[in-house]
């Protein structure tokens, strides 16, 4: 087993630690899931779903088009009546039986979580997935208890709900979405992203083996176009959305003046606050694991740090030598820190955002790791010299590159922080109640962590402000969204 050295750290050595692919089923080939059954789309069409970290082919999978779009709201809509007529218990029971199935299944789709979208396996294995399942326990609990999420009012189920992921977290945002709609009995067509199909379509395999009723959930795939046909269906009655702010904005427009009821969950730029007094060591991991954690795929990732300037010089220096230590390569090895970037779209965004940043001025630095040939890869980078106006402090970049800046006092970074046209979360690290309990009324963000960042949790919203979004999802807060009131 060859032994690789981390060139910053001269005495330091790791054994790749891959994970096994063995009694990993991915078919060669995959249909659409309408109406309880994997059926061919109307068009014979498919498109290929590739490995970001070796540019191989995984799959084909099912191209849906308007007809297939059709077919699958129909089997939505045909089975509203009974889903929503069922014994809230009963429809608990399904969505349990969801969640256990996806933690008896968990190292499989761990696995084909990495190998489809990228990511390192520790975060498919320790995050993604059990969050994936908690989310489905959370709500199956709810389903009979509307009663009391909503006291004296009675919640009634919208209809058919359409429902497009990104894939960033594919199968934790299908079940973000699936679960609280499920359990407030609507049914449901949902179309995972075009780079990370997998996850969602093994979800099928499940949801199928659950016994739920035929066409209460319908899973297509394709790109933005047939996300677009879900969106401009007219027999469709609300859109839940998680995506890019560009295309959240589409949606809105698509929408406006339909019946159709709506949630947006979109990009983000957070800002991540250091205080001089914070626990500096803690901080900086977590500001490791605020911009690097996924590759920097995470629309609350904190990219923009704000330190106060007594501890800057110690700060950057710590972060550099963090950053360092940081393994980029293969998805499927347990040490691996930072996978690969998800598509090769993606990988040209971020240089470009890295280019800009250069020649507008900032001073970078990026750790001198050894990127695979194959694939596509980004190693950690950062920036310094910035001010408000850089471009790359104000747009999302959606990678592992961090914007930095100073500040001297609360107010001057309260006005820094919420200088953006986002407002989806927000990280404060410092030793006092006092200031958290200050910040967290001035910060416009939907969440804000205190010395800690990304904590995620099936119980807690989360939903953004600004061009952020709106509605929220998680928590009693997320069965909202999905019931109107007599
Ligand atoms: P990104 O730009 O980061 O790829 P997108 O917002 O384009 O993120 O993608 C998120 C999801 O939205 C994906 O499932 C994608 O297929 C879908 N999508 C893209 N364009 C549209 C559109 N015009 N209408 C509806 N869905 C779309």
Redesign the pocket.
């Known amino acids: 087993m060859t032994k690789r050295k981390n060139p910053f750290a001269a005495s330091w050595t790791y054994e790749p630690a891959p994970e096994s692919t063995d009694h990993i089923q991915i078919k060669k080939k995959y249909d659409l899931f309408i109406n309880g059954e994997f059926i061919k789309p109307q068009n014979n069409k498919y498109f290929e779903t590739v490995n970001p970290a070796n540019d191989e082919k995984i799959a084909e999978v099912a191209l849906a088009e308007s007809e297939d779009v059709n077919k699958a709201v129909k089997a939505a809509r045909n089975a509203f009546k009974g889903w929503s007529a069922l014994e809230p218990k009963e429809r608990g029971k399904y969505i349990y039986r969801i969640a256990r199935l996806i933690q008896e299944r968990a190292r499989e789709f761990a696995v084909i979580e990495s190998l489809d979208g990228g990511k390192p396996i520790r975060e498919s294995r320790d995050i993604d997935i059990p969050l994936a399942a908690n989310h489905f326990f959370y709500y199956a609990g709810w389903a009979d208890k509307l009663e009391y999420a909503f006291p004296n009012r009675k919640a009634k189920p919208l209809g058919v709900a359409g429902q ?4 960033n977290f594919p199968l934790l945002m299908a079940a973000w979405k699936l679960a609280p709609a499920l359990a407030t009995g609507n049914t449901v067509v949902l ?4 780079t990370t199909p997998l996850t969602a379509l093994k979800l099928a395999e499940i949801i199928r083996d659950s016994g739920i009723p035929k066409g209460v959930v319908n899973i297509i795939t394709g ?2 176009k047939t ?2 046909e879900i ?1 401009n269906h007219p027999d469709i009655d609300k859109i839940s959305f998680t ?2 702010t560009a ?1 959240g904005k ?2 809105q427009k698509a929408v406006a003046g339909t019946p159709k009821k709506i949630t947006l969950e979109l990009g983000g730029k957070s800002a991540n606050i250091i205080f001089e007094d914070a626990a500096i060591d803690q901080a900086v991991n977590g500001v490791i694991d605020a911009i690097f954690f996924n590759q920097g795929h995470v629309c609350c990732a904190g990219s923009r740090l704000f330190i106060q300037e007594s501890v800057a010089d110690t700060v950057i220096q710590k972060l550099k030598d963090r950053m360092s230590t940081l393994i980029v390569g293969d998805p499927l090895d347990k040490n691996t820190d930072i996978g690969a970037i998800n598509s090769k779209r993606q990988l040209k965004t971020i240089e470009n955002y890295i280019k800009i940043g250069i020649n507008e001025g900032g001073e970078i630095y990026q750790t001198d790791c050894k990127l695979p040939k194959k694939g596509n890869w980004c190693a950690p980078t950062l920036f310094l010299n910035l001010s408000q106006s850089h471009k790359i402090v104000q747009e999302e970049i ?1 990678g592992p590159v961090l914007a930095i800046q100073t500040f001297r006092t609360i107010d001057e970074v309260v006005e820094k922080a919420n200088n953006t046209p986002y407002g989806l979360a927000a990280g404060v690290w410092t030793q006092k109640g006092a200031k958290i309990f200050y910040l967290t009324q001035k910060l416009k963000a939907g969440v804000i962590w205190a010395n800690t960042f990304n904590k995620f949790d099936a119980t807690s919203p989360f939903g953004g402000y600004k061009e952020s979004g709106f509605g929220r999802e998680g928590g009693l807060h997320g069965l909202k969204p999905y019931v109107k009131f007599e």
């Open positions: 497009i992921i990104p894939w179309k995972p992203a075009e790109a933005g996300g677009a969106v995506g890019s295309v589409y949606i959606f």
